[in-house]
């Protein structure tokens, strides 16, 4: 089974930018759609943006429309979380997940996740 790593996780100050890379292990990764969720303390994972294995289906939740871009590029295993205009209530753990089909907006719904990275945004 492919694993993923995450990374590109730090402190940003609220209006900053953060790239998040998650790389699968192995070429497997090509063939699954990848979520990006986040958690923070005390709430549920959230879905936050999700691409399909060639990348042409792409799809957001709205508190980061116009915010973050997702993208991949297969030639590297890696899926990236383009974060933009950062504000403090995107703090949270981001994790990426990978399945194979189409992507959901349901973290259950995903079979394979990487350990996650933090996201801190001070205002």
């Known amino acids: 089974q492919v694993q993923l790593v995450e990374s590109g996780g730090g402190l940003v100050q609220a209006g900053g930018s953060l790239r998040l890379s998650c790389v699968g292990s192995?070429?497997?990764?090509?063939?699954?759609?990848v979520g990006w969720f986040r958690q923070a303390p005390g709430k549920e994972r959230d879905f936050i943006a999700g691409?399909?294995?060639?990348?042409?289906?792409?799809d957001y939740a709205d508190s980061v429309k116009g915010r973050f871009t997702i993208s991949r590029d297969n030639t590297k295993n890696t899926v990236y979380l383009q974060m933009n205009s950062l504000k403090s209530e995107d703090t949270a753990v981001y994790y990426c997940a990978a399945r194979r089909g189409t992507y959901y907006t349901d973290f259950y719904k995903y079979d394979t996740w990487g350990q996650g990275t933090q996201v801190t945004v001070s205002s």
């Open positions: 691409i399909s294995w060639g990348g042409g289906g792409i």
């Open positions: 192995d070429t497997t990764i090509r063939s699954y759609a």
